[in-house]
C-alpha cells in the first residue's frame, strides 16, 4: 500500500484552543489560558521527543514577563533561572584585536543587570510542568503537519503528521495516521519560519503592507570551562571580526552555572557573499586571542543552530486570521539589538490568551481575535520593539561600523524622546535576494577545524544528538528539483552547502576531477531544524516541512 492509496480516516479530539509548538510562546499562553479559564480545554504540540529538545537561544532572559506570569518563581525550588547577570561587556573585534566599548555609551535597553543566564531549554520545562500541573495536555513528538481549514476557510485546528510512511512513500509495518485536533481558536507558536505560520501568512496575506520578515542564523555551542576562568554572570558581546563591514551579525558569550558558558554568534541573513560560511565564520570567531584561552582545558558539550527573527516592528505580520493567531517567533518579536526575543515570545503568548479567553466567554469560535491585533503595538511588547525599529535596517544599510553608531544615536533619541527624525524605515529586499553572483564575490578561505577548539559539521550534528528515522519521506522539499544544479550551483556555487551548518547538501560530482555530471544530494537526516536553508535559498525553492515527530535534535539545556 502507499501514500497515495486511500488512506484510513483520522481520529479527532476537540479542545477549546489548540497550541502548535511547546516553546516560551506556546507554554505561556496555554499557561494563561488556564489561570484564567480553568474549564477550557488546551493542548499543545510539540515536534521534538521531549519538551526543551528543540529550543535553541542564548540565553540572557528578561524576567519580567516571567514575573507577571508566575509570580512565584523565584522563590520555586526548581526554578530554571539562578545567575543573576553581574557583568555586561561590549567588543568590537580586529583580527588581532578587541577594543572594549564604554558601557555608559550604550542605549539604556541594552543594559543587562536584573536579567538572568540560562538554558531557554530549561525555562520551557520548567513552563511545561507548570502548564500540565494546570491541566493543558501537552504532546511531545507530536508535530502540527496540516492547517485545517472550514468550508468558509476558517482554521479549524491542525493534523498531526502521520508516522510510519517510507521514502518512497509507501506505508511500513507501523503505520500510524496522525491525529486531527479540532480548536475553537489555534494559536500557532512555531517559533521563527514556523512551517504552518509560513502557509498561513501566504494564505490570509498577513505580511501585506509590511516589511519583508528578515534573520539572522544563530549558532551555539555549550562549554564546561576551566573553574578558573568562569565568571558566573558575565555577559559578553562582540561585533566585527571574522565578518566584513557589509555583513551583520556578532558573537556572544555568557557564563552561568556549573562553569558552563554558552558561546554563540549570529550571521544576519542579508548577507551577500555567496562563498560566506556562518557554521565557519562562528569556528573562526573562537580562534581570536581574546577569545581562544576561554577554551583551553575546557570541553564542548552540545551544538546546535536556530533561525531567529530580525524584522521587529515593521514586519510583524498581522497577527490574528479567522479561527486562530500567531504568537512569539512564529510572529517575529525579537528585539534584535537586545538579542532577546524569550521576554516577548512569553508576552505575546499571554496576550493572545487574554483575548482568547475573553472571546471564549462571549461565546465566539473561529472568528478574528482582532483585538489581540489591536492591541501588541501598544502594549509592553510594542514599546520593546519600536524604540529599536531602526537598528536593523540602520546596519544593513550602512555595514557594521557606521551603521552601529548611527543605530545607538536612533535608540537613544528614542529612549530620550520617544521619537526618532527618521521615523520608521524600511528593510528593503528578502534574505533570499542579498546574494551577489559568484562571479562578484572574493571566496572565503576557512582554516581547518583542529578539533579541540574548532570542529567540522559532522562531529558537530553527533553531539547536537540530532537523530530522525531514516526510512521516511524527505522533509526538504525542492519546488523544483533542477534549480540546485541548473540555476544555484553556475550563479552561486550552491550557496546550500555552505549555508546549512548541519552538512545536509552536498553537490556530488560524477567527475571529481573534472568537477562534471554533478548531482545534488540532500542528508535529509542530519537536519538540526534550524530553517535557514527555507530562508536564504536565493531561488526560494526549499520548502522545510516537519519530519516525523520526535525526530530532529536532542539538546540537553541549550
Ligand atoms: C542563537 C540564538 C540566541 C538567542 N539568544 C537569546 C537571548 O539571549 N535572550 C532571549 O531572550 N532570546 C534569545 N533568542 C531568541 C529566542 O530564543 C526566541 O525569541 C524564542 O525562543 C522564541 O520563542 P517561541 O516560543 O516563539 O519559539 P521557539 O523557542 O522557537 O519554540 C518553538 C517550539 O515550537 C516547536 N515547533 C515548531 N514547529 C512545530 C510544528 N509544526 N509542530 C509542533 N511543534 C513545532 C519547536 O520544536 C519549538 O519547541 C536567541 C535566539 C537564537 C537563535
Ligand atoms: S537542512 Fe535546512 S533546516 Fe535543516 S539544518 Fe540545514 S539549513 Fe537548517
Redesign the pocket.
Known amino acids: 500500500m502507499t501514500a497515495g492509496t486511500r488512506l484510513p480516516p483520522r481520529e479527532s479530539m476537540d479542545f477549546a484552543v489548540v497550541i502548535?509548538?511547546?516553546?516560551?510562546?506556546?507554554?505561556?499562553a496555554a499557561i494563561r489560558l488556564k489561570q484564567l479559564a480553568p474549564e477550557a480545554s488546551v493542548v499543545v504540540?510539540?515536534?521534538?521527543a521531549e519538551?526543551?529538545?528543540?529550543?535553541?537561544?542564548?540565553?540572557?532572559?528578561?524576567p519580567a514577563p516571567l514575573d507577571k506570569l508566575l509570580p512565584d518563581w523565584r522563590q520555586d525550588q526548581d526554578r530554571p533561572l539562578k545567575t543573576k547577570v553581574t557583568a555586561d561587556r561590549f567588543y568590537v573585534l580586529g583580527p588581532a584585536r578587541a577594543l572594549r566599548l564604554p558601557n555608559f555609551i550604550m542605549p539604556r535597553l541594552m543594559n543587562n543587570h536584573g536579567n538572568f543566564i540560562g538554558s531557554?531549554g530549561n525555562v520551557?520545562r520548567f513552563l511545561g510542568a507548570k502548564a500540565e500541573a494546570l491541566g493543558v495536555d501537552i504532546f511531545p513528538g507530536?508535530?502540527?503537519?496540516e492547517v485545517l481549514y472550514g468550508p468558509a476557510g476558517a482554521v479549524l485546528g491542525?493534523a498531526?503528521g502521520d508516522v510510519g510512511i517510507s521514502r518512497n512513500g509507501s506505508l511500513k509495518s507501523g503505520f500510524t495516521r496522525g491525529i486531527e485536533l479540532h480548536g475553537k481558536y489555534t494559536l500557532i507558536?512555531?517559533?521563527?519560519r514556523?512551517?504552518?505560520a509560513k502557509e498561513l501568512i501566504a494564505k490570509f496575506g498577513l505580511d501585506k503592507n509590511r516589511e519583508p520578515q528578515k534573520f539572522?542564523?544563530?549558532?551555539?555551542e555549550l562549554w564546561r570551562i576551566d573553574p578558573s576562568l568562569h565568571r558566573p554572570g558575565l555577559v559578553q558581546h562582540s561585533f566585527g571580526w571574522p565578518l566584513d563591514n557589509r555583513t551583520g551579525g556578532g558573537s556572544?558569550i555568557?557564563h552561568f552555572e556549573d562553569e558552563l558558558v554558552a558561546v554563540?554568534f549570529?550571521v544576519h541573513l542579508n548577507y551577500w557573499n555567496p562563498t560566506l560560511s556562518p557554521f565557519d565564520e562562528f569556528q573562526r570567531f573562537k580562534t581570536h586571542p581574546m577569545i581562544a584561552p576561554l577554551f583551553a582545558g575546557g570541553q564542548r558539550i552540545s551544538f546546535g543552530?536556530?533561525?531567529?527573527?530580525e524584522g521587529g516592528w515593521q514586519s510583524v505580520p498581522k497577527l490574528v486570521f479567522p479561527g486562530g493567531a500567531l504568537?512569539?517567533?512564529?510572529?517575529g518579536?525579537?528585539n534584535v539589538p537586545?538579542?532577546?526575543?524569550?521576554?516577548?515570545?512569553i508576552f505575546?503568548?499571554m496576550l493572545a490568551a487574554e483575548h482568547v479567553v475573553a472571546a471564549l466567554k462571549a461565546g465566539r469560535a473561529h472568528d478574528e481575535i482582532i483585538a489581540y491585533e489591536e492591541a501588541w503595538r501598544g502594549s509592553a511588547l510594542g514599546r520593546d520593539l519600536y524604540k529599536v525599529r531602526n537598528a536593523k535596517p540602520l546596519w544593513s544599510k550602512f555595514g557594521t561600523r557606521a551603521g552601529i553608531v548611527l543605530g545607538g544615536v536612533d535608540m537613544w533619541m528614542n529612549e530620550i524622546f520617544g521619537t526618532s527624525p527618521l521615523g520608521t524605515l524600511a528593510h528593503g529586499q528578502p534574505d533570499h535576494a542579498s546574494l551577489k553572483p559568484l562571479a562578484e564575490a572574493t571566496p572565503i578561505q576557512y582554516p581547518r577545524p583542529d578539533g579541540k577548539l574548532t570542529f567540522d559539521r559532522l562531529s558537530s550534528v553527533y553531539v547536537s544528538n540530532t537523530n530522525h528515522e531514516e526510512d521516511q519521506p524527505c522533509h526538504l522539499h525542492l519546488n523544483d528539483p533542477s534549480i540546485p544544479i541548473a540555476r544555484n550551483l553556475p550563479e552561486f556555487g550552491e550557496p546550500a552547502r555552505l549555508y546549512c551548518p548541519a552538512a545536509v547538501y552536498e553537490v556530488v560530482y560524477g567527475n571529481e576531477a573534472e568537477q562534471s555530471d554533478p548531482r545534488f544530494v540532500i542528508n535529509a537526516q542530519n537536519c538540526v531544524?534550524c530553517k535557514t536553508c527555507d530562508i536564504k535559498d536565493p531561488a526560494q525553492n526549499i520548502n522545510w516541512v516537519?519530519p516525523e515527530?520526535g525526530g530532529?535534535p536532542n539538546y540537553p539545556n541549550m
Do not use: M, Q
Request: aromatic share 6%; net charge positive; proline share 3%.
Open positions: 502548535v509548538g511547546a516553546g516560551p510562546a506556546g507554554l505561556a504540540v510539540e515536534k521534538g519538551l526543551g529538545a528543540h529550543i535553541l537561544s542564548g540565553a540572557v532572559i528578561d531557554l520551557v507530536f508535530a502540527g503537519a491542525i498531526t507558536a512555531e517559533g521563527a514556523g512551517s504552518l539572522g542564523i544563530g549558532l551555539k556572544f555568557y554563540g549570529v543552530a536556530r533561525a531567529i527573527t504568537v512569539g517567533c512564529a510572529a518579536f525579537v537586545r538579542i532577546k526575543g524569550s521576554h516577548n515570545a505575546s503568548g531544524h516537519p515527530g530532529g
